[in-house]
């Protein structure tokens, strides 16, 4: 298993501006993924973030909107830019050990933009 | 495309009730199979999984779920429930050579006094 954190826990934030979310990891992992649930919603793939190259984003999200980075095997972020209302949800961080297995979750992050 | 339905948005049940959350997944191939329950607040936990053998699976907290495959479906159960049981819960299936999970839209299990 994996035990892992997530900065900050909620936040609320303006309309127009950017939250950089941080995803730390307590063991090296190769497989790091950032998932949104939005209200009453199930979960969404956003990307898988690549340790040393660009993330592979699912359809419908794209860099310029959600970058992110992986620059070690136990650390990511996700940035929300231009925020909107309607990006208000809960972004959550996981990690897979390999094929067909379990993912284990970080505590996500509940953002609020007004 | 894989696909995950689970039939109930919202279970309500009294204390000491038996319990069943229903899932069924549409793909064909080998799957592997996983009950996550979220409770409030919080990411999500692994219950159960099954991955092969015996299709009947024990998770933690006294939950259950059965593998049939020829209904496609990995309900989950549990005999008596309890206040702390109220939490959402998400199947999730991972079909062929794939290692990214395909959630279905969770179930509401409301365990009331």
């Known amino acids: 298993s994996a035990v892992i954190s997530q900065k900050p826990s909620r936040d609320i934030c303006q309309r127009g501006t950017s939250l950089t979310i941080q995803c730390q990891v307590d063991?090296?992992?190769?497989?790091m993924f950032w998932y949104r649930q939005q209200p009453g919603q199930s979960l969404t793939l956003i990307a898988t973030a690549n340790q040393g190259s660009e993330a592979t984003y699912e359809s419908g999200f794209v860099i310029d909107k959600f970058p992110i980075s992986r620059p070690n095997l136990t650390f990511s972020t996700l940035t929300v830019s231009n925020m909107s209302p309607e990006d208000s949800s809960i972004y959550l961080c996981?990690?897979?050990?390999?094929?067909?297995?379990?993912?284990?979750f970080g505590p996500g992050t509940r953002l609020t933009v007004l | 495309a894989q696909s995950v339905t689970q039939l109930d948005s919202q279970v309500p049940v009294f204390e000491e009730a038996p319990v069943e959350l229903r899932c069924n997944y549409s793909s064909s191939v080998s799957v592997y199979l996983f009950w996550y329950v979220q409770y409030p607040n919080q990411g999500l936990q692994l219950l159960l999984k099954?991955?092969?053998?015996?299709?009947l699976v024990k998770g933690i907290n006294g939950f259950e779920a059965e593998f049939n495959k020829s209904q496609t479906s990995f309900h989950l159960r549990k005999p008596s429930v309890h206040i702390s049981d109220t939490a959402e819960y998400f199947c999730a299936v991972i079909s062929g050579g794939s290692y990214i999970p395909t959630f279905g839209r969770g179930t509401s299990l409301i365990v009331h006094p």
């Open positions: 063991s090296q992992v190769t497989m």
């Open positions: 996981s990690v897979g050990t390999g094929r067909g297995t379990e993912q284990f």
């Open positions: 099954y991955l092969s053998g015996s299709t």
